[in-house]
């Protein structure tokens, strides 16, 4: 069977920053509902689409650090070695078909619970998640930060990424959307009085948390590189 001309492009090489997915069939972070507690599963539910063909497959979110705990909810979670070596069995199944391993590093901010790291959470100005809609997602009143939490945010932002690539994943996401923490300090209503001098102090005057949480992402693989 010939391929319509107009579709050739898809079954191309593409090149992401430092690797080169073999075709245009990437196959974006979802969640799976199999998280850390099935690594096999997951491992094989990953592998059935690169061996279908998909160039880039991704996980969904994955926690970076405990403060971001979606406990009893299924999630997944780049935490400690154990979770390098669970999350290991996924881009090495995903890599014997030549294809790409994305992952997703998440941080909920004012949208999880901590029921079980029992941890406050974190928001930029103290405003729960979905305020005005009870019952959705998180609805703890969250701790606000300061300079001192946006600074372990992205020094956990840069471990994980560090554990990332440990993992053997070839492509890793900043998640700085659908309201969580990252998407938190770009939005007005619940970002009410943050300022980059006065949160960030030296890090930067004029970029946002979820600026320096790609910056911070970089330079931890780029460390991890050098070693």
């Known amino acids: 069977m010939t391929c319509n001309p107009r579709y050739e492009i898809l079954f191309e090489p593409m090149r992401i920053g430092p690797v080169t ?49 979606d406990a009893p909810l299924p999630y997944a979670t780049l935490w400690d070695d154990n979770d390098i070596r669970a999350h290991a069995l996924m881009t090495e199944a995903v890599h014997r078909h030549g294809s790409l391993a994305g992952v997703e590093l998440w941080h909920g901010g004012a949208s999880v619970m901590n029921r079980a790291s029992r941890l406050p959470p974190l928001s930029p100005s103290g405003i729960p998640w979905m305020a005005t809609h009870v019952g959705f997602m998180g609805n703890l009143r969250p701790k606000t930060m300061d300079k001192a939490d946006i600074r372990e945010v992205l020094r956990c932002q840069a471990e994980a990424a560090r554990k990332a690539r440990t993992a053997g994943f070839d492509v890793v996401y900043v998640y700085a959307g659908m309201g969580y923490l990252g998407y938190e300090f770009l939005l007005p209503e619940y970002n009410h009085d ?12 004029r970029k946002p948390p979820a600026a320096h949480c790609h910056a911070r992402l970089v330079s931890g693989i780029r460390e991890l590189q050098l070693r």
């Not at 099935?38 to 994955?62: H, S, Y």
């Not at 943050?194 to 005057?205: F, I, N, T, V």
């Open 194 to 205: 943050w300022a980059p001098s006065k949160r960030c102090g030296a890090l930067d005057d």
């Open 21 to 69: 997915a073999p075709n245009r069939f990437y196959q974006v972070p979802h969640a799976s509902g199999m998280t850390n507690a099935l690594p096999r599963v997951r491992a094989a539910f990953r592998e059935a689409k690169a061996e279908g063909g998909w160039g880039v497959i991704c996980t969904g979110a994955c926690s970076i650090d405990p403060s971001s705990d």
